[in-house]
């Protein structure tokens, strides 16, 4: 689709906005080819991306940003006006279980952290989705009641919440964060996304909690341990030192720039384009810069030197192209093996 589309619109630019973070998986094996097929490529930032050990890991060819986030604290309902609007208790905990059901493995996580936060006196349980298993069977233990709401974002009403249990994704991660919410995370390892080490280097810092999505005990002793106030007071204070995520305008701006029609000149946005790699650069650290410099010297180098010593090339004489249906492995033979061009037609 996307060579489709380049060749009917070649005056358009393209820009793919991709997140880094990616797993080492064969699909990282293409990373560099479907970079090249498009003209700008931005990052939008990672609180983690110090983890980032992946395919994705320092590209020259793509702009950094700052990182992306749904969460804007001037949209966002307080605690009272939130839970009115769910309707939720205004006396009781509340905790948000955002983890997926209706596979094996997630239900049995979804157990897990029902059990933990069973243990909670006087808690109200909120999920998105019914916690049914994969056959249809309640996934709630006895004694514990699931209030299930349907509100999208749920960035606007996040602060409904004294405690949240979700996947490491990279929207949930980076809500929860600036919000300041309380948080055990349960990596979901599936695409490309490394969402292990997103979650790990969150308990590093002791922004979130972090449970081994393959121990089911451990996550029901993590769900237990958010039930502990200073646990959660902690983590809410670590979050205040994280800065505000302005991704999302600088993405902004960054399109509105390369989209201008009145900046059409190319050579004029290549420049632009070349300074935010600068910048880009910088934020990554004076390593990926020195390594960046290295690399480039080392191919000016061949460059220069390939110009001029060049590969001696034989020139073979033109003959006629060869066209056989032959079988016969000793006619085949030497024409396959010599450098005269030959053409095997097969009969089907």
Not at 174 to 203: F, M, Y
């Amino acid at each position: 689709g996307i060579l489709a589309a380049k060749f009917r619109r070649p005056g358009v630019s393209f820009i793919w906005i991709r997140r880094g973070m990616w797993q080492k998986k064969p699909q990282g094996i293409a990373l560099s080819l479907q970079s090249k097929l498009m003209d700008y490529v931005i990052e939008p930032g990672d609180v983690a991306r110090e983890y980032d050990k992946g395919p994705t890991k320092d590209r020259v060819e793509a702009v950094l940003t700052s990182p992306v986030s749904l969460y804007d604290p001037e949209k966002s309902l307080s605690k009272k006006a939130a839970r009115k609007k769910l309707g939720l208790s205004q006396e009781k905990s509340t905790v948000l279980v955002q983890l997926g059901v209706g596979e094996r493995d997630l239900d049995d996580r979804v157990s897990a952290v029902l059990r933990g936060l069973s243990k909670w006196p006087d808690v109200e349980i909120v999920m998105a989705k019914e916690p049914r298993s994969h056959k249809g069977e309640p996934l709630v233990p006895r004694g514990v009641e699931v209030k299930v709401i349907r509100h999208f974002p749920l960035a606007d009403v996040i602060h409904a919440f004294d405690a949240i249990v979700c996947a490491a994704g990279y929207n949930s991660v980076h809500e929860v964060i600036p919000a300041k919410i309380p948080t055990l995370l349960i990596a979901n390892n599936r695409g490309t996304d490394d969402q292990v080490a997103r979650a790990k280097w969150c308990e590093d810092y002791e922004l979130t909690l972090y449970a081994d999505n393959e121990s089911l005990s451990e996550i029901e002793v993590k769900a237990r341990d958010l039930m502990n106030h200073e646990t959660r007071l902690k983590l809410t204070q670590m979050c205040q030192r994280i800065p505000r995520f302005e991704g999302d305008r600088e993405i902004a701006s960054m399109i509105k720039m390369l989209s201008n029609e009145n900046v059409s000149s190319l050579i004029f946005k290549r420049m632009r384009y070349q300074r935010f790699l600068a910048q880009s650069a910088i934020e990554r650290g004076i390593g990926y810069a020195i390594r960046r410099f290295a690399n480039s010297l080392l191919r000016f180098a061949a460059i220069v030197y390939r110009t001029i010593f060049p590969h001696k090339r034989e020139i073979s004489p033109e003959t006629e192209v060869v066209f056989s249906q032959s079988q016969n492995i000793d006619f085949c033979s030497p024409l396959i093996k010599g450098s005269r061009r030959f053409e095997h037609m097969l009969r089907l």
